[in-house]
């Protein structure tokens, strides 16, 4: 008898929700069969059986979220497609609790997921005394909305605040956690969401006709999560390059036509990918991510290229992207564009990246600074192409011309990039494109 886990859906991923189940109880299932359907805020993902056997037991509930690592269900690999079921044993009567379990100590937060905690905040409720229901006592979404129903008990009449907490955050049971994690770790005091900070304090919402209440999807939860996150861990710097695409232009022009005859568009997107990964290699800190009070330079570059889909922004990653061509980096944006914009992504494509690019796509715009895609170190932005006259240098003379024209934005996180690197790699990038660098096979 086996468990079959929740896996490993992506990178900072913890946890997803099962949507769907595809096989019952005492079902056989060969092995690779699809077992049922997961989700993250990055995409949906099919788990497979890892042997054959019989379904024995479902233990996770369509719309449940699952803890990476935690049990989906049990497989008996020792059955045969012939044998007979035998019914479940019946579990013996359990005697009714005289009184619910207690719920965890104050002194310790209970365990509960980034979205969870952020709900939490948002209705002043203190997730160290909350009872998790979920699997592991984990603290679920059920869990803040029942308690954020449950009036607290009026509080006692408290001293007038000493004049070092004038700017503290008022004394609800969410600054109460804050309070905690301070202790704990100590460190900035974030804003909390709807609430506000110090002495500001968010003015309430007032429905007037007309308004429209849009209730955030689990991917946009965990995406306003993660850019929070990363807004506030890393100390985001922007340096930007302007970019002369006239000979890559040419170069791209030459060549379109003949891989589009062999099912590869040759896009702008592709240059610069592989610009991007040639400058990693020859400036390796950016392709790093920040340990504890450390740092590692890592080997493999692996090209997160983000794709607008129906369902939200996703980034799926070239693996090895420096050891491709310029074809073959081309290749792979294509395929991963095409599966993802079907929900086809899987997540080993989701998992591992150490640089991005981000592109606005047709309807872009000058130029923008993206938020860093935790734990990866930098991100690069493209931005529209647009003809303008540039100065053309000619030997000794100097002339006008009309040619594309686009502007790259790095965003570099400052607690381990110093701006000389940065400035190096922005630099790199542009002279590859600024030249066309670039082996056409």
């Not at 049990?74 to 035998?86: F, Q």
């Amino acid at each position: 008898m086996i468990d079959v886990p929740m896996p490993q859906l992506g990178e900072s991923v913890a946890e997803g929700t099962v949507t769907k189940w595809i096989v019952r109880e005492g079902d056989f299932v060969d092995r690779e069969q699809v077992l049922l359907e997961v989700a993250t805020d990055k995409a949906d993902t099919e788990v497979r059986a890892p042997v054959a056997g019989r379904v024995v037991s479902l233990i996770a509930r369509e719309g449940q979220t699952v803890a990476q690592g935690s049990p989906l269900l049990k497989i008996d690999e020792t059955a045969s497609k012939g044998a007979a079921v035998a019914p479940p044993a019946a579990e013996p009567a359990k005697p009714a609790a005289a009184v619910p379990p207690p719920p965890p100590a104050p002194s310790a937060p209970g365990l509960a997921s980034p979205s969870t905690r952020r709900m939490a905040l948002e209705h002043g409720v203190d997730v160290s005394k909350v009872h998790g229901t979920g699997d592991g006592g984990r603290v679920t979404h059920e869990d803040v909305r029942r308690a954020a129903a449950v009036p607290p008990p009026a509080p006692a009449p408290a001293a007038a605040p000493a004049p070092s907490a004038l700017h503290a955050p008022a004394a609800t049971p969410a600054a109460a956690e804050l309070s905690q994690l301070l202790q704990a770790g100590g460190g900035f005091v974030p804003p909390i969401p709807g609430i506000g900070y110090g002495s500001y304090k968010v003015p309430p919402y007032v429905a007037k006709p007309g308004d429209q209440v849009v209730p955030f999807s689990r991917r946009r939860q965990i995406t306003a999560d993660h850019m929070v996150y990363s807004k506030q861990v890393s100390p985001h710097v922007p340096t930007v390059a302007e970019v002369d695409l006239f000979a890559t232009s040419k170069l791209r022009d030459q060549h379109k036509d003949r891989f589009k005859k062999e099912g590869v568009p040759l896009t702008f997107l592709a240059f610069i990918c592989a610009a991007t990964v040639r400058a990693l290699r020859e400036n390796p800190t950016l392709n790093a991510r920040v340990l504890d009070k450390s740092y590692v330079v890592l080997r493999d570059v692996n090209l997160g290229v983000a794709v607008d889909t129906p369902g939200g922004l996703v980034v799926p990653s070239i693996k090895n992207a420096d050891q491709l061509s310029l074809r073959g980096i081309a290749a792979a944006i294509d395929e991963l564009a095409q599966r993802a914009k079907v929900g086809k992504v899987t997540a080993d494509d989701l998992a591992g990246t150490t640089f991005s690019v981000s592109n606005p796509g047709l309807k872009g715009n000058l130029l923008g600074a993206a938020i860093i895609s935790q734990p990866n170190v930098g991100i690069l932005r493209m931005g529209e192409i647009k003809k303008r006259p540039v100065v053309v240098t000619n030997g000794e003379e100097d002339s006008i011309a009309i040619h594309p024209v686009m502007y790259l934005t790095l965003s570099y996180d400052h607690r381990i990039i110093d701006g000389v690197a940065a400035n190096s790699f922005l630099w790199r990038v542009a002279d590859i494109l600024n030249r066309a660098e670039f082996e056409v096979g």
